[in-house]
């Protein structure tokens, strides 16, 4: 079971920071991966990356420069940086997560609607 986490606004230029939280299970699992994704409005499920239950990191090549995914194995979290906001970033971000052959995941959290806007 996945669940978001973070501010639902922001201003142009200010970073997002999204939390997911995982339970019943383990950021560490052997060959589990964890993943954001996006929806922005109107359009389709953007995979943004993942990190692995070894500390391997993915971000997609548009995202790359500004987005960075961490994890917090004593809080059994993961969490999405993404700086400098543009309202091209309104969208649903969701975590998910589960085995290797499962990416992006076999679980998923419910989501979180996140706006930028001046």
């Known amino acids: 079971q996945l669940q978001e986490s973070g501010p639902g606004l922001l201003k142009p230029s200010q970073t997002l920071f999204l939390r997911c939280t995982i339970s019943?299970?383990?950021?560490?699992?052997?060959?589990?991966?964890w993943s954001w994704l996006r929806q922005p409005p109107g359009k389709g499920l953007e995979w943004i990356g993942y990190i692995g239950a070894g500390g391997d990191r993915y971000v997609i090549s548009p995202l790359e420069s500004r987005t960075s995914i961490s994890r917090d194995t004593a809080k059994n979290q993961f969490t999405l940086q993404l700086s400098s906001v543009t309202p091209e970033d309104t969208a649903d971000y969701f975590c998910?997560?589960?085995?290797?052959?499962?990416?992006?995941?076999?679980?998923w959290g419910q989501g979180i609607r996140v706006i930028v806007s001046s």
């Open positions: 998910a997560g589960g085995p290797i052959e499962t990416i992006p995941g076999a679980s």
């Open positions: 019943n299970g383990s950021i560490t699992t052997d060959l589990y991966y």
